[in-house]
């Protein structure tokens, strides 16, 4: 047995840079089986409920010629905010260590510095681009557990929508806009979730998600409703760390997506040039229209749609994508 160190995007602007990650108790448990069928995907989801994490513990950050020390937190979590000096953008590997039993466990990930000029696109997840049907919780908790990723469903021409905005006002091949997928979604389905948009061949993204659940009780606790302040919080924080990108913020009126957008434009009046919110169910939401008509009283772009073919309309007719 070993501990499972498992890191996650990280991101950084000209003076920062912030990488962060888990560390787990050793186990001799199989990580989540993407291709699991039905009840056995439903135990290897509840198996990810369950995991036990490593507190105060050191993990070690190698960045250059520094290694730098860090502990984790109650819940296992670590973060490091680092000042950064460098000349690369795009996405760039980090690795982080830590020792157990006088071995050294390392793993990699990678960190993404925006170039000037790059827009910022931040999305939700759940009934944003995957169908994930949080309208009924039934529907929800058997697509949760009974499907595997291979088998969840997407939202047509999301792809292609999302692949437009990555590569608008780009000039040179391989570039991509910074893209960050922002949910109340747990640390406990990021791999399932990066595994998702990766088969589906969705943008690179950093993910900010909510904090680990690490019981059964948590497990059910967590597909109850609950506060949006988390994404809030995250959403203010992306716009305060790179304060020179346009934004574009996609969402569905599932949740509370469209008022948090709102606030978040009058915070930063000069920064969001366009919102796009799915409409999830048979008819448009009268408050969600109210709250877009008042977000358009700020110099802002929206679009309430059902089929992500409008959106791509819109997103041509005002000049985002080409």
Not at 112 to 123: A, H, M, T, Y
Not at 163 to 175: I, P, T
Not at 207 to 229: A, E, M, R
Request: glycine residues 4%; aromatic residues 12%.
């Amino acid at each position: 047995m070993k501990p499972i160190l498992k890191l996650y995007r990280g991101y950084a602007n000209d003076e920062e840079l912030i990488v962060m990650g888990h560390l787990f108790q050793p186990t001799n448990k199989k990580d989540y089986d993407f291709l699991a069928k039905k009840y056995k995907n439903a135990s290897a989801t509840i198996a990810m409920f369950r995991i036990k994490t490593q507190a105060n513990a050191a993990v070690y950050l190698e960045h250059g010629t520094e290694k730098i020390l860090t502990k984790t937190l109650d819940d296992g979590y670590f973060k490091f905010c680092i000042p950064l000096k460098s000349e690369h953008y795009g996405w760039i590997d980090y690795s982080v260590s830590t020792m157990y039993n006088d071995k050294i466990i390392s793993s990699k990930a990678s960190y993404n510095r925006p170039r000037k000029g790059d827009l910022g696109i931040i999305s939700d997840i759940d009934d944003t681009f995957i169908v994930s049907y949080t309208r009924n919780p039934i529907q929800k908790i058997y697509n949760l557990l009974l499907k595997n990723v291979t088998k969840r469903k997407i939202f047509e021409d999301v792809v292609l929508h999302y692949q437009a905005l990555s590569a608008a006002g780009r000039e040179n091949d391989g570039e991509q806009n910074t893209f960050f997928y922002v949910s109340s979604s747990e640390w406990n389905l990021y791999r399932l979730i990066v595994k998702f948009t990766e088969i589906h061949q969705l943008p690179k993204a950093v993910l900010l998600l909510k904090d680990i659940k690490t019981s059964l009780t948590q497990f059910f606790w967590s597909l109850k409703p609950s506060s949006h302040n988390h994404k809030f919080e995250k959403i203010k924080h992306i716009l305060e760390f790179y304060p020179q990108l346009q934004y574009v913020l996609l969402g569905d009126d599932s949740q509370e997506d469209v008022f948090l957008y709102e606030s978040i434009c009058k915070i930063f009046p000069l920064s969001v040039r366009a919102i796009y919110i799915r409409q999830t169910g048979k008819s448009k939401k009268s408050k969600v229209v109210t709250t877009l008509e008042n977000i358009k009283t700020l110099n802002v772009a929206v679009c309430y749609f059902e089929h992500s073919s409008e959106a791509i309309t819109h997103s041509k007719e005002i000049g985002i994508i080409t």
